[in-house]
Structures are given as structure tokens and as C-alpha cells.
DNA sequence: ACATTAATTATGT
DNA sequence: ACATAATTAATGT
């Protein structure tokens, strides 16, 4: 059920809001001016999709504000969560990977907002703004990356492993500090982590409380802090040559 | 070593 | 009060 309701940009839109956004950060205040004058802002609650796997790729995206989850459905419709995008990152660059139609789905972790501009911009884009094709292509490798450390990971660590290594990934790039440690920035359940590390979330709900009552983590109802993540770094069978 | 099934409890609107 | 999340035990491959 994606809202494909009309949005005009109401307010204009501020400079400062892509100023320090790396594919951006190197250009004059005119250039950004003109890039905003071309975007559409949306706000998106938590846990709708920004677009579709296989949708014609009309609109490449800037997350501003709250974490995207780019998610896949297997042919026997289970999810399997890819990564996580945290705000001031590109998303939905079919074009970059020389695709005309999404590739996953793109679905809210929290309630977000993005800017968007027709995919027709793109190459305009990476032609005349100073830095925009670098900076993108660096985060796109990064993506890739991090997809294959995670292939390797299911061919070879197990279970609870690949589940510690999620959520160091995690706290890592989308982690906040809190008093008893670094919670994970957006609401995530057993389930999410599940699909994310190929297993269920029975296992995965045994594997935090056993980590709980070990003082590794704190756990509630859609957050979990992470209080030791040396110990976690151990448990995900940290590689001692 | 892990999934599946099922039954039970907790938690948020 | 109701739906969604989380836990826990038992059984299966």
C-alpha cells in the first residue's frame, strides 16, 4: 500500500540542509540552491515503502532525516533485510548501477524524510556538480561491501555469529549513545534481525536473552542497547591470526 | 546446531 | 480490549 499521493514542496527549502551531505558538500551555494529547486520533499511514516523492487525507477532519493531498509522477498515470500541506509545518504540509484528499475525495496525503519528527483537528473547531475559521481560511487562500494562480508558470513560463521556481527554493523553506522551503552538509533525486532542474518527470531530472541542475563545487552520491545561490544566483537569470532 | 510448532506472556495504542 | 512483540518449552531434521 504505497501512497503515491501528489506533493508539492511546501516551505522553501534550506541551503544548510545539504551542505555537509557528502555528495554535496563540495559545491557552491548557487549549484545546491539549484539542486533543491529541482527536488521534492516527503515525509514518510515509519515502515512504508519508498518504492518497490522491480517499479520503474522514476526518482533517485537523499534520506535527510530517520533510516531506510532496503529489503527483498525471496520466491517463497520470506524478507531478507539487505542493509540499512542512515540519513544523509543517497538511496534508490538504479542509474548508478545502470538499471532503469529499482533493484530491492525500499521500506522506512522510522518515520523519514527524503528528498527526491527525477531519475532524469542523474546524469546531469554527475556531469556538472564537482564530486557528486566520486562521493556516490564511494557509498555504492561501500554497499556492496558490506552485502558481500555478509555472503561470506552465511556461508561460513553460524548463527549466532552472523547475529553478533549484525548487530555490531548496526550499532556501528546507525548506533546512539545512551547511559548504559549504544542503542540501535531505530525501533528493530527479533524478527528484522532475523531477516537479517537468515534465521528466526525464536533463535534470535534466545541468543539476546541469553546475552541479556550476561549483562552483553539490553533489550526491550523494538530497541536493543548493546552495552559490552567487546565482548560481542568475541562472541562474532573476530578474526585472531 | 538449528528450525518448527505451539502455547504463554508482555507491551503499546 | 486488542493487536503486535517477545519468551519459553517441546519436538523435529
Redesign the pocket.
Known amino acids: 500500500m504505497t501512497d503515491n499521493a501528489p506533493r508539492k514542496t511546501l516551505p522553501r527549502l534550506d541551503e544548510s540542509l545539504l551542505t555537509h551531505m557528502p555528495p554535496f558538500s563540495r559545491l557552491e551555494r548557487r549549484q545546491i540552491r539549484e539542486i533543491l529547486d529541482q527536488a521534492s520533499s516527503r515525509r514518510y511514516d515509519a515502515g512504508v515503502a519508498v518504492f518497490d523492487e522491480g517499479a520503474p525507477a522514476e526518482r533517485f532519493f537523499m534520506l535527510l532525516d530517520g533510516y531506510i531498509r532496503v529489503v527483498r522477498v525471496t520466491a517463497t515470500g520470506e524478507q531478507v533485510i539487505a542493509l540499512h541506509i542512515p540519513a544523509g545518504q543517497l538511496f534508490g540509484i538504479a542509474r548508478a548501477l545502470g538499471r532503469d528499475t529499482y533493484p530491492a525495496t525500499a521500506v522506512t525503519a522510522a518515520e523519514s524524510i527524503a528528498l527526491s528527483w527525477p531519475m532524469r537528473l542523474w546524469d546531469e547531475f554527475v556531469r556538472q556538480y564537482d564530486g557528486f559521481a566520486t562521493e556516490t560511487y564511494k557509498t555504492v562500494g561501500q554497499r556492496i561491501g558490506e552485502m558481500n562480508t555478509r555472503i561470506v558470513e552465511m556461508a561460513t560463521q553460524?548463527?549466532?555469529q552472523r547475529v553478533a556481527n549484525a548487530l555490531l554493523r548496526l550499532i556501528n553506522q546507525t548506533g546512539r549513545k545512551v547511559p548504559e551503552g549504544i542503542e540501535i538509533d531505530f525501533p528493530i525486532?527479533?524478527?528484522d534481525l532475523s531477516e537479517l542474518t537468515g534465521?528466526?527470531?525464536?533463535?534470535v530472541?534466545?541468543l539476546?536473552?541469553g546475552w541479556e542475563k550476561q549483562g552483553l545487552v539490553k533489550?526491550?520491545?523494538?530497541r536493543i542497547v548493546v552495552c559490552d561490544a567487546h565482548r560481542l566483537v568475541v562472541i562474532s569470532g573476530a578474526q585472531l591470526p
Do not use: P, W
Not at 534465521?199 to 533463535?203: A, K, P, S, V
Not at 533489550?219 to 523494538?222: D, E, L, Q
Open positions: 553460524q548463527v549466532e525486532t527479533r524478527q534465521t528466526t527470531l525464536h533463535t530472541s534466545r539476546l536473552s533489550s526491550g520491545r523494538k
